[in-house]
């Protein structure tokens, strides 16, 4: 059906997620021929949750040797998400081939339930980054007006909360997104890192730590004595990266087709930016479904004062 969201695209509803047409082939297509190893890394998220940012850390520990000179870092001439692609957007591509062999990592918004099975049974490491659904609703409608051609008609905020609580968005419901992985970890704990948004808004360091121990690149104390995770925190910042040119020009994307300009990506990343946009009864429509969600579950609850 006609998601609702932009009048341009179709969504499918696919194992009870709602995709984008051409990711969809994307998700089917990993489905059916992806083949994990144990030594991948996957970099998991709901749209709109911070996997840009996840993605500049990620890249940024596991070669912080080999660019130790950050005055010509990748990152400041290369958007996070052409360093690490995404299994149901580019996996297909030989470039991006090249690249995983390379590097231990793939991002992907597919829920857990849909993830290929050897993602499920290789025992690989899964991160997992979410953020409060009040402010990934307001990014995902402004990141959705962005993206939406000027001369088509675009959803009002009002419609696309409506939607976004019915759980139609783009891989939504987004609670059930986080869940899926939330539930899982519970199986398998010790394969699972879970990244809160918003604690690593608030003081980074102890979140980047973590991230470089899960994933087999720990910062030696000589490292951090020398201001080495500092100064990875401070050049993915969102200060930082968002006023890099190729972050304020340029587009990704896997193909022509979808590419999305750069600073799509980059809007305010700030925490509770939905007080700006969402009335009081409007944060309390999304905070009603996140209470039901999310209620009992141990995560957090997100729901305003
Ligand atoms: P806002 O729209 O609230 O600003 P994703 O990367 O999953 O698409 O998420 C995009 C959101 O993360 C946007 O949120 C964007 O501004 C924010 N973001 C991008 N890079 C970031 C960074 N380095 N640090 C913090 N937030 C970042």
Same mark, same amino acid.
């Given at each position: 059906?006609?998601?609702?969201?932009?009048?341009?695209?179709?969504?499918?509803?696919?194992?009870?997620?709602?995709?984008?047409?051409? &990711?969809?082939?994307?998700?089917?297509?990993?489905?059916?021929?992806?083949?994990?190893? $144990?030594?991948?890394? &996957?970099?998991?998220?709901?749209?709109?949750?911070?996997?840009?940012?996840?993605?500049?850390? *990620?890249?940024?520990?596991?070669?912080?040797?080999?660019?130790?000179?950050?005055?010509?870092? /990748?990152?400041?001439?290369?958007?996070?998400?052409?360093?690490?692609?995404?299994?149901?957007?580019?996996?297909?591509?030989?470039?991006?081939?090249?690249?995983?062999?390379?590097?231990? &990592?793939? *991002?992907?918004?597919? /829920?857990?339930?849909?993830? /290929?099975?050897?993602?499920?049974?290789?025992?690989?490491?899964?991160?997992?980054? !979410?953020?409060? $659904?009040?402010?990934?609703?307001?990014?995902?409608?402004?990141?959705?007006?962005?993206?939406?051609?000027?001369?088509?008609?675009?959803?009002?905020?009002?419609?696309?909360?409506?939607?976004?609580?019915?759980?139609?968005?783009?891989?939504?419901?987004?609670?059930?997104?986080?869940?899926?992985?939330?539930?899982?970890?519970?199986?398998?704990?010790?394969?699972?890192?879970?990244?809160?948004?918003?604690?690593?808004?608030?003081?980074?360091?102890?979140?980047?730590?973590?991230?470089?121990?899960?994933?087999?690149? $720990? !910062?030696?104390?000589?490292?951090?004595?020398?201001?080495?995770?500092?100064?990875?925190?401070?050049?993915?910042? !969102?200060?930082?990266?968002?006023?890099?040119?190729?972050?304020?020009?340029?587009?990704?994307?896997?193909?022509?087709?979808?590419?999305?300009?750069?600073?799509?990506?980059?809007?305010?990343?700030?925490?509770?930016?939905?007080?700006?946009?969402?009335?009081?009864?409007?944060?309390?429509?999304?905070?009603?479904?996140?209470?039901?969600? !999310?209620?009992?579950?141990?995560? $957090?609850?997100?729901?305003?004062?």
């Amino acid at each position: 059906r006609q998601c609702g969201w932009t009048p341009l695209v179709d969504c499918y509803l696919y194992q009870g997620c709602w995709h984008h047409p051409f &990711f969809l082939r994307g998700v089917i297509a990993a489905q059916q021929h992806f083949e994990a190893q $144990p030594t991948d890394i &996957f970099l998991c998220s709901a749209p709109k949750s911070g996997t840009t940012w996840l993605k500049a850390l *990620a890249f940024a520990i596991v070669t912080r040797k080999k660019y130790s000179d950050l005055s010509s870092h /990748p990152l400041l001439s290369t958007m996070p998400h052409q360093c690490i692609p995404s299994l149901e957007g580019d996996v297909a591509s030989k470039e991006h081939a090249d690249q995983i062999a390379e590097l231990p &990592f793939l *991002a992907t918004h597919i /829920p857990y339930h849909s993830l /290929p099975k050897s993602i499920i049974s290789c025992g690989c490491k899964i991160v997992y980054i !979410f953020r409060d $659904p009040k402010d990934a609703f307001v990014s995902m409608w402004h990141f959705v007006s962005r993206i939406t051609p000027k001369d088509a008609t675009y959803i009002s905020l009002e419609e696309a909360l409506e939607l976004f609580c019915e759980g139609v968005s783009f891989y939504g419901p987004y609670w059930d997104h986080v869940l899926s992985f939330w539930n899982a970890r519970k199986e398998a704990p010790q394969r699972m890192l879970f990244l809160v948004y918003e604690e690593m808004r608030k003081e980074p360091l102890p979140s980047v730590k973590n991230l470089a121990d899960f994933i087999g690149h $720990p !910062f030696s104390v000589e490292e951090e004595n020398e201001g080495v995770l500092q100064k990875i925190a401070d050049l993915c910042s !969102f200060e930082y990266l968002s006023d890099l040119d190729v972050n304020k020009n340029g587009k990704n994307g896997p193909n022509p087709a979808v590419a999305i300009e750069n600073s799509a990506f980059f809007r305010k990343g700030k925490i509770g930016d939905w007080q700006s946009h969402l009335t009081p009864e409007m944060a309390e429509r999304l905070d009603q479904v996140t209470r039901e969600k !999310f209620g009992g579950t141990g995560l $957090p609850s997100y729901v305003s004062d």
